[in-house]
């Protein structure tokens, strides 16, 4: 085999293992479903049914929900009345902006620096549920989720979460013992998670929100060794979760927070064959720069006359060797 595809091997093969190492747990969503995790419908009673139920109610009676102030909006009161109704025993929180931001700091003083920070609102509201529920435990809803039954059912697991199609879990509801090590690990993680990734979607995605809890969920997961049976996070399913008549929740209008870049995002799925194409085209151009490139340049560059200019060669070979190094290789060269 020549010594240039070796290189030209070699090189891509390290690329590819390198860029397969740190999106790993982003691949692992695309194949774990969480069915091993889910709470059947064979589990769950039906929402009339007398039969009396012997499992132990774990998760405390609160429900949670966060909105800027107490003023909750007409096309909100509707869903938010239905969870009240349906639950005269449960404690009701409102988590309104000063409310939270008076909890973290009285009680998370170590996180009010990055709560304060964040550039979206919305990432408050996210974080917030994750502290509310690893303190005080409960049942935390979305206000644009209404609820269709009694959620006693579900307050026999030590935490669940739901389902999303296609991939991954939602934060819209969740409910959890107090000190869920789930999600004691999630509060734990968000300062790590707290980066600009220049779109705001895709930042509120996945600092705070649904992507940031799914990636915590499969490192939790994962983990070895691996969580006690009585800290499983059982998974709510796409039928569970709403358009039956035994599904707990209804949903209401979408998120309000969604910004210009998600009509990107949705003209990006649905060209998704165009833009696989793209994304071959762009990766087979690159490998065969590289492959040229090893070639070329570095094997023969110094013997033959090379096909670069001088001056473009210099901008590759500064760019690859960083400014420091620069002049050592240019003298080299010459
Ligand atoms: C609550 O917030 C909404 C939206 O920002 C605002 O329009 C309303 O005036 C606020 N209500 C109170 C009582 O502060």
């Not at 747990?25 to 695309?30: K, N």
């Not at 969580?227 to 949903?251: A, G, I, K, M, Q």
């Not at 033959?304 to 420091?324: A, M």
Request: net charge neutral; proline share 6%.
């Amino acid at each position: 085999m020549r010594k240039s595809v070796l290189i030209f091997l070699v090189t891509n093969i390290l690329i590819v293992a390198l860029l397969v190492h740190s999106l790993w747990v982003l691949i692992t969503l695309l194949f774990v479903n969480g069915s091993e995790d889910q709470i059947s419908r064979a589990e769950l009673p039906a929402p009339n049914s007398n039969v009396i139920s012997s499992r132990p109610q774990l998760i405390p009676k609160i429900i949670h929900q966060t909105y800027i102030n107490e003023s909750i909006p007409a096309h909100w009161q509707g869903p938010q009345q239905s969870c009240l109704d349906l639950h005269p025993d449960y404690e009701y929180k409102l988590w309104t902006d000063k409310k939270s931001r008076e909890f973290i700091s009285t009680e998370y003083p170590w996180f009010l620096e990055t709560f304060d920070g964040y550039e979206f609102p919305i990432q408050r509201a996210d974080a917030i549920r994750y502290f509310v529920l690893a303190h005080f435990g409960g049942i935390y809803i979305d206000l644009d989720d209404g609820c269709n039954r009694s959620l006693d059912p579900l307050l026999a697991y030590s935490a669940w979460v739901r389902r999303t199609t296609p991939t991954g879990i939602s934060n819209d509801v969740m409910g959890a013992v107090p000190r869920h090590p789930f999600f004691l690990k999630a509060i734990d993680s968000l300062p790590d998670y707290n980066r600009n990734w220049v779109m705001p979607y895709i930042t509120v995605m996945a600092s705070t929100g649904p992507l940031f809890l799914s990636i915590i969920w499969r490192h939790y997961n994962s983990a070895t060794p691996s969580p006690l049976e009585n800290d499983r996070v059982r998974v709510l399913f796409p039928d569970e979760y709403n358009n039956h008549p035994w599904s707990f929740f209804t949903h209401h209008r979408g998120s309000s927070w969604h910004g210009s870049d998600v009509r990107l995002i949705f003209w990006m799925g649905h060209h998704w064959a165009l833009l696989t194409f793209m994304g071959c085209l762009v990766s087979f151009t690159v490998i065969f720069f590289v492959w040229w490139f090893c070639n070329r340049t570095v094997l023969k560059g110094g013997r033959k006359t090379s096909f670069l200019p001088e001056g473009i060669r210099s901008v590759i070979y500064r760019s690859v060797s960083g400014k420091k190094d620069y002049e050592l290789v240019d003298r080299h060269e010459v």
